[in-house]
């Protein structure tokens, strides 16, 4: 699954960059009518460049797509498996400059255990995570490729039902590090396009079934999110 996500991904962001970067370079190429150019209206301070876009302040939210997790080793005893969910979440961050930026990130999304799996719930897969963006000096200022890394910790919670049919508060927590990707079109002067992918890599290290707690001692284990969004951002705009 985890390949097979990785495949889909890769061939989203490949659509996306074939598609705005053509449209950039037809903008570029086009002759100037009896409009004012570009290089003029930003010489009078009326229209933003790329460096003012990607500085200040900046608000996302997004949707998410979220394959399973898979939860062996230790005292988990076989297999804990849920399947593929969808979520949302919210970015907040600020550019220092217009290739460096840094960033807080939230995302939940809703996964079921998959059939057989003790204790059976819908449970939440959050990630919570702070880190650092860096931009890639590639296309026009409208389309920005980026990279990203960061650190935080990832939980899952619901309300389970054990094998007796017994009902009780359960979570799953953990750090993680994480690495992503992806790119931003803006479609005007402050609002843009952000499609992209993050992956998330550790242990969970606490488990809470009820009135019990514990580390499990689990493998290490990945999860990944695709995500579409928009973003806001206000250095775009020229008073």
Known sequence: MTYTTFRVAATLLAMLTTITVPA????????????????????????????????????GVHSIAAPGLTLTGGEIGGEFITKFGAGAGVTAGYGFTRRFSVFASL??????TAQ??????????????VGGRANLALGASSTVPYISASVGRRAMAARTTNEDGEQFDSAITGPMIGLG?????????????DAGIGVGYGKFNNVKFGEEEYDPKANATTSIRLRLGVNWRPGGRRS
């Open 107 to 112: 995302d939940v999304a809703k996964q079921k």
């Open 24 to 59: 950039t370079a037809r903008a570029q190429s086009a002759t100037t009518g009896a409009k004012p150019s570009t290089a003029a209206l930003r010489a009078n301070g009326t229209q933003p460049t790329g460096s003012d876009r990607m500085r200040g302040f900046m608000l």
């Open 181 to 193: 990707g992806g790119i931003e079109h803006f479609f005007s002067q402050s609002m843009a396009l």
């Open 116 to 129: 057989d799996v003790e204790p059976a719930g819908s449970w939440g897969l959050s990630h919570v995570e």
